[in-house]
């Protein structure tokens, strides 16, 4: 009976766990394809990055478990590159994918600026078509390398919060009168450092690092819980949500640079990327595989390829010849071959053959004339 009771116990607790769970998630699920790249664990990566080639790598790293995007509906994850758009001493730092060998969509910016007192913030912004209008990410005090809590007053308030024409807010959110000093992330001291050359990735479509191996996605479930932590408490209260813009000149400069794809909002209206969500098997890695467990993935073949481009690319055999004729017809067949004297030109009329033309000069008949000696003495 104690037996019984105990079982009973322990069911119904792994009943209200998972029903709590799955509240968690819907509370926290934009229903956007942004749930499959979390930006604050994007920010958290950016900050322990040393370079911005270091970060790219991370970023697509497969253990990272951050990136689980698949924008194209291709079934694999997409590669996201890393550039860098520089004006003065601000920064407009792109998450850009490549969708096709024509387009781009940008992922998410992260915006850097440095006042003019040396003081530099940044904040990780969601691009509309992915997260939603005004999805923006930035630290918090709590952060451990983050310790100077920056006060705007004065003239620093001027440049800040200028709310006629360089700030931004839809009059919601955090208040907009302190910001989080990052001069101590070392990836602010490499973007500021003398010898700084503006980084832009010079990976694109079918063109790859080495490293890189793309891989089957995630459902949302499992890679939700991969990051519950950046989700609640804002990563142990590093980072949290705002409504407010605090890098407007970066903000600004990058405006007309940025790259929409209209394959990714076709597949946006479509509901193609609502697949991730379609699983409510929990074990194992939680991938999606091809089958029925998946309705909406395209079940297409993949061509396995070199590790510098993991994506299906043309078949370069469409353009080579056919097979080589079989020169060994089988027993008791006869194979046609084509005459060797189809191309000469046909004989005379009759049934005798062609005479080939001779290059001397004819002789004539009843023999030939013996050759005259010159010099008309005898021999020496």
């Known amino acids: 009976m104690k037996k019984l009771a105990f079982l009973l116990l322990v069911f119904t607790i792994s009943l209200t766990k998972s029903s709590f769970s799955q509240q968690i998630e819907k509370a926290d699920s934009l229903g956007l394809p942004g749930d499959n790249l979390n930006l604050v664990a994007v920010l958290d990566l950016f900050q322990k ?29 997409d590669y996201i590159k890393v550039i860098d758009h520089q004006t003065g001493e601000s920064h407009a730092v792109v998450l850009q994918v490549p969708i096709n060998e024509k387009e781009t969509q940008d992922v998410a910016v992260i915006e850097i600026d440095k006042d003019k007192t040396g003081k530099i913030l940044v904040q990780i912004i969601g691009d509309e078509e992915l997260y939603g209008k005004d999805y923006i990410v930035e630290p918090t005090e709590n952060d451990p390398t983050a310790k100077t809590k920056a006060p705007v007053s004065g003239n620093e308030k001027t440049v800040i919060n200028n709310t006629t024409n360089n700030y931004y807010n839809n009059g919601s959110g955090n208040s907009p009168d302190t910001y989080v000093v990052v001069n101590q992330w070392p990836i602010v001291h490499y973007v500021y450092a003398p010898a700084y050359v503006v980084y832009v990735s010079p990976w694109h479509w ?7 191996s793309s891989w089957s996605p995630w459902y949302w479930h499992n890679y939700y819980w991969h990051h519950y932590n950046h989700h609640h408490y804002g990563h142990y209260g590093y980072y949290h949500r705002t409504n407010y813009y605090r890098a407007p000149i970066a903000h600004g400069y990058y405006g007309p640079r940025k790259s929409v794809s209209v394959t990714v909002k076709q597949n946006r209206t479509t509901n193609v990327y609502h697949k ?13 595989k091809p089958g029925t467990s998946n309705p909406g993935f395209k079940n297409k073949p993949v061509n396995k390829v070199s590790p510098a481009d993991n994506r299906q690319k043309p078949n370069n055999q469409m353009n080579k010849p056919a097979s080589k004729p079989n020169r060994n017809p089988p027993a008791g067949k006869i194979e046609n071959k084509p005459s060797p004297n189809a191309n000469k030109p046909a004989s005379r009329p009759g049934n005798k053959p062609a005479i080939k033309p001779s290059n001397k ?12 000696k010159s010099g008309g003495g005898k021999g020496r």
């Open 361 to 372: 000069p004819a002789q004539k008949q009843g023999g030939s004339k013996p050759e005259k």
């Open 206 to 212: 079918y063109s790859y690092p080495t490293w890189w």
């Open 49 to 77: 990055s040393e370079t911005f080639e270091v970060f790219e790598k991370k970023l697509n790293t497969e253990d990272s478990k951050v990136n689980n995007l698949d924008l194209n509906n291709d079934g694999k994850i």
């Open 276 to 288: 991730t969500y379609t699983s409510k098997d929990r074990a194992g890695d939680g991938k999606i």
